[in-house]
C-alpha cells in the first residue's frame, strides 16, 4: 500500500542540514538542542553562523484553562495549552519556514485533595508538549526541505534510488 | 521650547484690501491655509503682526483631518488660541462628532467646548449624546473630559457624573473606569465603580470601591509595578459584611524579579479570610479554581548546562463541608538540582535531585532526598527506525519526623531503572482530492523494567497516580512525585499514524491505538490498603485528533477495559469556526476512573442572528448528576457607534451558606452598554465568555475616537 | 521711495513724440523710465503733467514691469498688462494679470491692483474678465518677531 521505510525514498534524513544554531532561552529550544545533538551526522553550533541553518523559537507559553467542573463546581479537568512561534532558515539565511506558531494541548484530571501530585503531573505533561512541539518541529523542517531539495532534484538526472538500507550517509 | 518657524499664509478671495502694511481683508469665497489648517469662510481678517484672524459668518476649518464649522471665528493661528461660536467638530475620520455653543483653541491638539454635545454616532443617528458644560478634548495627552457631563441613550438621560474622562486613544488614563452592575442571587445588586490611577509610567492602582445590595461596600485596591529587572501587584480587599456579620477580606500579592543575570525570584501570596470567600465574591473562574492558595516563595537559577530551584512553599486550603480538603504539604524548602552533562557524544545525561522538607499539620511529615541520575544512548537513530535504551538509578532517603503515636525513623530506598523505546518509521506521499499529504505509520515498542522494593512504609507527600494517557503509557512510572516508583516488568505497544500537509508539512492529523503489557503483577500502591493489580494487561488505548478540514478540529480518547468490556474513559470533542464571530463546540466525556465519576457533555457556541445581533451560548450538562454545571446566554449587539451585551450565567457553586437541600447555584446577570470608544456601563461578561466558549471572539470592539 | 518724485525722470523709447499743447509725451517701443529708485519698462507709455508739475503715466505691455524702494528699505515689484499712475496720489492701477510682490515675500496676485505707493497699502480685485470671477491671491509672510 505504498509504505517504505521513512528516509529510503527520495529525501533527506533526520535533519537536513549538517550544521544548526538553535536560537532561544526557553525549554523546547533546550529540547531541540537535546535532540540535534543525538543525531550523529548533525552538528549543533554554540553560536549563530550564515552558512548554518537557524531555528530559532521566538516565544512559547503555557497556559492552564478550566476544562469541566464537578457536581460541586470545583475543577474536575484542566487543560493545558502549550503554544510555540518559530522559524527557520536555511544555510546562507534564506528561510526555510517563515514565522509560524503550533498550539498543543494536554487534559489532566484535578483534584484539590492531592494537589502536589497534580502539579507533578501537570509538569510531567508540560515536559511532554515540550518534546512534542519540538520533534514536530524538527519533523517539519525535513519535509519542507524534502519538498524545497524534490523541486531542485528533479531538474539534474535523478540519483539512482538506493533499495536497501544505506549505511553510509544517513 | 522654541516655537518652529511660521510658515506663510496663503490667501484667496474675490476681492482683498490691505489696509495697512499688516492688514489684510478679504472678500468672497475665502480660503486661508497656512501649514495643515485651512480657514473658508465668506470674509476674513488678517494682522500679520500679531498673526490674529478674523473670519465670519460662515466658517470652516479643516485641521489635520479635524472638520469644525462654525459662524464666527477669532483665531491666533500659530498660537493655535481662540474661539469659534456656535462650533460643529467632526474628529479626523468622522469617528466622533461634537457641537456646541462655544469652542475654544486651547494649545496644538485641544479643544474645550462650552455646553456640548459628544457622540461617536455618523451624522444623522442620534442614538446616545455625552452633554457637558464643559467638554475638553486633549489629544497631546489622549484624554477626553466632561464636567458634570450626563449621557442621553436614545433621549433618555441614563447617567450623570460631576466629572468623567475617557480615552481618545489607546492607553487609558487616569479616571473612572467603566462602572460595572451585576445582579446575582449571592449578594443582590452588585456595583463596581474602579477608578484608575496612572501614576507614573511604570507605576498604576485601580481602586475598586463596590457596593453589594446584601452585604454592604467593599473597599479594594490594585497596585501594580513594572521596572526593568521587576514587577508585581498586590491587591487587597476589604469588607464588613452585614450578612455573615464579620470582616472579610482577601489579599494576592504577586512579584517577580531577576536579582543576577542568572538568579531570578518569584514570590506570591494569596490570603482570604474564610473559606466561602470565593463563593461569595469571586465569578465562577476563582470560586472553581481556588481551593488551594499558594504561599510561596521561589529562587531559580540557570547555569549553563545545569538549573537549580529553592522554594518555600504552604498553602490555605478552603475547607468545604460538603467534601473536606485533604491540606496538601506544605515545603520549607524545596531545593531542586537538574543538569544534563555532554559527557558523552550522542548519550542523553540528566542527574536530578531534590532535598525537601515537608510538614503537615496532621500527617506524618518528615525531610526526604534522593537522586536520579539517568543515562538514554540512541543505539539505532535513523530516520526510519531508532533503538533507545535508557537505564537510571532512583535513591532516596526519608527521615520522618516523630508524630504523638510513632516515633519517627529513617528510611532508604534505591531502585535501579532500566527502559527501551524503540520504533519504526513507515512514510508514503500521497494525494486525497488534490490536497498532497505525507502520511506515516509508527510502530512502537517500550519495554520498562524496575525491581519491586516495598514502599508502604514510605510516606506520600507529593505523588499521585497519573491519568491513563499517551503521556503515561510511555513514561516509566505510573506515579507522579517521588514517593511511589512502581515497579515494572511491562512492554507498551503502539501504532501511530500521522498525517502531515504535503506543502507546510505541518502536522494535521493523528490517530494511535496502544496497550501495555505486563509480565507480573503491579505491587506498588499509592496507599498501602491498595491491593496490588494482577492485570496481565492495561486498558487499550485509542486516540486520534487534529484538523479535518479548514476551520473543523475534532479530538477522541477512549481508555476500553477489554477484560470487562467497559469504557474507562472516553472523551469526544469538536470544534468548528468557520469565520469570524462564528464557533460551535460539542464534547462528551464520561471518566470512571476519578471519584465523583464525571458524565457531562458539553454544548457552546456564538453565530450571528441578524446583521448586528450575535448569539452565544453554553450548556454543560452532567449526566451523572442529571443536572447541568453551567448554562450561559448572551447576546450581542453591535451597532456601529455603540454595543450592547446582555449575558446570564448559572454555575453551581459549593456555597455552605445556602441550605443543603436547595440546589447550590450562582445565578449572575451582566449588562454592558458601550458608548463607541467613550465608556462602558455595566458589567463586561467578555472574560466569562471567553473562559466558557472556546473560539468567541469579540465582535463588538469599538475603534478609539482618533 | 516718497523722495522719487522730487528725482529728475528719464524715459528711453524707440520713438518719442511731445504734444505741447496738452503736454503729453508719447512713448513707444522698449520704453524704460528711471526716476530715482523708481523704474518702469513698458511696450507703450503715455505721460502727461498738470501744471503743477504732477505726472500722470498710462501704458500697456507685455508684461508693464515696475520695481520702487519704499521708505521703509524694502524693494516692491509689480508686473501687468495695462496701468495707469496718478503721481499726484501716488496712486499705481495695474489692470489685467496684475501682480505685486514686495521682497520680504509678501505677494498680491489679482486682475485689478491699485496700490497705494505712499502708505503701502492696496486693494485687489479678482474682477469678472472672461465672464468667470477671477479669484485674488495673496501670500504673506509672518513678520519676524522682534526677539520676543
Redesign the interface.
Known amino acids: 500500500?505504498?509504505?517504505?521505510?521513512?528516509?529510503?525514498?527520495p529525501g533527506?534524513?533526520?535533519f537536513p542540514y549538517p550544521s544548526v544554531f538553535v536560537a532561544g532561552d526557553g525549554p523546547v529550544a533546550a529540547q531541540l538542542r537535546?535532540e540535534l545533538?543525538?543525531?550523529?551526522t548533525v552538528h549543533l553550533l554554540p553560536a549563530a553562523s550564515s552558512d548554518a541553518a537557524l531555528i530559532a523559537v521566538d516565544s512559547e507559553s503555557s497556559e492552564r484553562?478550566?476544562l469541566?467542573?464537578?457536581?460541586?463546581?470545583?475543577?474536575?479537568?484542566y487543560r493545558i495549552y502549550y503554544t510555540v512561534s518559530y522559524r527557520v532558515n536555511k544555510p546562507g539565511n534564506a528561510a526555510l519556514?517563515p514565522s509560524?506558531s503550533?498550539r498543543l494541548f494536554?487534559?489532566?484530571?484535578y483534584?484539590?485533595?492531592?494537589?502536589?501530585?497534580?502539579?507533578?503531573?501537570a509538569q510531567?505533561?508540560i515536559n511532554?508538549l515540550r518534546q512534542d512541539a519540538a520533534r514536530?518541529i524538527l519533523?517539519?523542517?525535513?519535509?519542507?526541505a524534502k519538498?524545497n531539495t524534490a523541486v531542485t532534484e528533479d531538474a539534474p538526472a535523478k540519483a539512482p534510488a538506493s533499495m536497501g538500507?544505506r549505511l553510509d550517509a544517513? | 521650547e522654541e516655537t518652529p518657524p511660521e510658515s506663510p499664509i496663503h490667501l484667496e478671495a474675490d476681492e482683498a484690501v490691505a489696509h495697512s502694511r499688516t492688514e489684510a481683508e478679504a472678500h468672497g469665497n475665502v480660503v486661508i491655509q497656512r501649514d495643515t489648517t485651512e480657514v473658508r469662510s465668506e470674509w476674513a481678517q488678517y494682522n500679520s503682526e500679531t498673526d490674529h484672524l478674523k473670519a465670519g459668518d460662515a466658517v470652516t476649518m479643516t485641521r489635520e483631518g479635524d472638520v469644525l464649522t462654525g459662524n464666527s471665528l477669532d483665531y491666533y493661528i500659530n498660537a493655535n488660541r481662540g474661539t469659534l461660536e456656535n462650533p460643529d467638530y467632526h474628529v479626523a475620520q468622522g469617528v466622533a462628532r461634537a457641537d456646541a455653543v462655544k469652542l475654544l483653541f486651547d494649545g496644538p491638539d485641544r479643544y474645550k467646548m462650552r455646553t456640548a454635545r459628544f457622540t461617536t454616532c455618523p451624522v444623522g443617528r442620534d442614538d446616545w449624546y455625552l452633554h457637558a458644560s464643559t467638554l475638553s478634548l486633549d489629544y497631546a495627552n489622549n484624554v477626553g473630559m466632561a464636567y458634570n457631563g450626563w449621557i442621553q441613550f436614545y433621549g433618555v438621560p441614563i447617567l450623570y457624573s460631576p466629572w468623567m474622562n475617557f480615552p481618545l486613544s489607546g492607553n487609558r488614563q487616569t479616571g473612572f473606569l467603566a462602572p460595572s452592575v451585576s445582579f446575582d442571587n449571592r449578594n443582590g445588586i452588585d456595583l463596581q465603580t474602579p477608578f484608575y490611577w496612572n501614576i507614573a509610567p511604570n507605576y498604576d492602582a485601580t481602586f475598586y470601591p463596590r457596593y453589594l445590595a446584601d452585604r454592604g461596600t467593599m473597599l479594594g485596591a490594585e497596585f501594580r509595578y513594572l521596572q526593568p529587572s521587576y514587577s508585581g501587584q498586590i491587591r487587597a480587599d476589604r469588607i464588613s459584611d452585614h450578612k455573615d456579620e464579620q470582616d472579610r477580606y482577601s489579599i494576592a500579592f504577586l512579584h517577580q524579579q531577576q536579582l543576577l543575570p542568572r538568579l531570578s525570584m518569584y514570590a506570591q501570596v494569596q490570603k482570604v479570610s474564610d473559606d466561602d470567600y470565593f463563593n461569595d465574591f469571586g465569578d465562577q473562574v476563582a470560586a472553581a479554581s481556588q481551593t488551594n492558595l499558594p504561599r510561596e516563595l521561589t529562587f531559580n537559577y540557570a547555569g549553563n548546562g545545569w538549573s537549580g530551584l529553592a522554594r518555600w512553599q504552604r498553602y490555605q486550603t478552603l475547607q468545604s463541608e460538603s467534601d473536606p480538603v485533604d491540606i496538601p504539604y506544605a515545603r520549607l524548602p524545596q531545593l531542586y538540582y537538574a543538569s544534563s552533562p555532554q559527557w558523552i557524544k550522542g548519550a542523553n545525561i540528566s542527574i536530578t535531585s531534590e532535598y525537601v522538607d515537608f510538614s503537615h499539620p496532621t500527617k506524618v511529615d518528615g525531610q526526604r532526598m534522593w537522586i536520579n541520575p539517568t543515562i538514554t544512548y540512541p543505539l539505532v537513530q535513523r530516520p526510519y527506525a531508532f533503538v533507545k535504551p535508557k537505564i537510571g538509578v532512583h535513591a532516596s532517603y526519608y527521615s520522618l519526623n516523630d508524630s504523638e503515636t510513632v516515633e519517627g525513623e529513617n528510611s532508604s530506598r534505591v531502585l535501579p531503572t532500566f527502559s527501551l523505546d524503540s520504533g519504526l518509521i513507515f512514510e508514503r506521499d500521497d494525494t486525497f482530492n488534490g490536497q498532497a499529504y505525507t502520511q506515516t505509520l509508527e510502530p512502537r515498542a517500550y519495554y520498562v523494567y524496575i525491581p519491586y522494593k516495598d514502599q508502604s512504609n514510605l510516606p506520600n507527600f507529593d505523588s499521585a497516580l497519573t491519568d491513563f494517557s499517551l503521556a503515561q503509557i510511555f513514561s516509566e512510572n505510573r506515579f507522579s512525585g517521588n514517593d511511589r516508583i512502581n515497579d515494572a516488568n511491562q512492554i507498551t505497544l503502539a501504532l501511530t499514524t500521522r498525517f502531515f500537509d504535503g506543502d507546510t508539512g505541518e502536522e494535521r492529523f493523528n490517530a494511535t491505538v496502544g496497550q501495555r503489557f505486563y509480565f507480573q503483577d503491579q505491587r506498588v500502591t499509592l496507599d498501602a490498603y491498595e491491593k496490588p493489580s494482577t492485570a496481565q494487561e492495561s486498558d487499550l488505548l485509542i486516540t486520534f485528533g487534529g484538523r479535518l478540514w479548514r476551520n473543523f478540529v475534532a479530538n477522541y480518547a477512549l481508555q476500553y477495559n477489554l477484560k470487562e468490556q467497559v469504557t474507562a474513559r472516553a472523551d469526544a470533542g469538536i470544534g468548528w469556526s468557520p469565520g469570524e464571530g462564528r464557533a460551535f463546540n460539542l464534547r462528551y466525556v464520561v471518566n470512571r476512573n476519578v471519584s465523583p465519576i464525571i458524565e457531562q457533555f458539553d454544548i457552546s457556541g456564538q453565530w450571528p442572528l441578524t446583521r448586528n445581533w450575535y448569539g452565544v451560548a453554553r450548556y454543560n450538562y452532567s449526566l451523572k448528576d442529571s443536572r447541568s454545571l453551567e448554562a450561559l446566554a448572551g447576546l450581542e449587539y453591535n451597532a456601529g457607534c455603540w454595543a450592547l451585551r446582555l449575558a446570564a450565567q448559572r454555575y453551581i457553586n459549593d456555597d455552605s451558606d445556602t441550605d443543603p437541600d436547595q440546589e447550590k447555584y450562582t445565578v449572575t446577570y451582566f449588562a454592558m452598554l458601550e458608548l463607541g470608544g467613550l465608556v462602558g456601563l455595566g458589567s463586561n461578561p467578555v472574560s466569562t465568555l471567553r473562559q466558557s466558549i472556546p473560539g468567541y471572539t469579540d465582535m463588538l470592539t469599538t475603534n478609539s475616537i482618533r | 521711495e516718497t523722495a522719487d518724485r522730487e528725482k529728475p525722470m528719464n524715459i528711453e523709447a524707440d520713438r518719442a513724440t511731445y504734444d505741447q499743447k496738452q503736454s503729453l509725451g508719447t512713448y513707444t517701443g522698449n520704453v524704460i523710465v528711471t526716476q530715482g529708485t523708481m523704474t518702469l519698462k513698458s511696450a507703450y507709455l503715455t505721460v502727461r503733467q498738470d501744471p503743477e508739475g504732477n505726472q500722470f503715466a498710462t501704458g500697456n505691455g507685455n508684461p508693464v514691469d515696475f520695481k520702487q524702494r519704499m521708505d521703509a528699505g524694502e524693494w516692491v515689484m509689480a508686473k501687468s498688462q495695462r496701468f495707469d499712475y496718478d503721481g499726484k496720489a501716488g496712486i499705481l492701477k495695474l489692470m489685467d494679470k496684475a501682480w505685486v510682490r514686495r521682497d520680504t515675500g509678501d505677494e498680491v496676485i489679482g486682475d485689478v491692483i491699485i496700490y497705494n505707493l505712499n502708505t503701502e497699502t492696496y486693494e485687489a480685485q479678482g474682477g469678472t474678465s472672461g465672464g468667470k470671477p477671477g479669484r485674488v491671491n495673496i501670500t504673506i509672510q509672518p513678520k519676524k518677531k522682534e526677539a520676543q
Do not use: W
Not at chain 1, 483534584?111 to 503531573?121: C, H, I, P, S, Y
Open positions: 500500500c505504498g509504505f517504505h521505510l521513512r528516509g529510503m525514498g533527506v534524513g533526520l537535546n545533538q543525538q543525531i550523529s484553562k478550566i469541566s467542573l464537578n457536581g460541586n463546581g470545583k475543577v474536575s479537568e519556514i509560524s503550533m494536554r487534559d489532566y484530571t483534584d484539590e485533595n492531592n494537589e502536589l501530585g497534580k502539579e507533578a503531573e510531567m505533561l511532554d514536530q519533523r517539519r523542517v525535513s519535509a519542507q519538498k538500507p544517513y
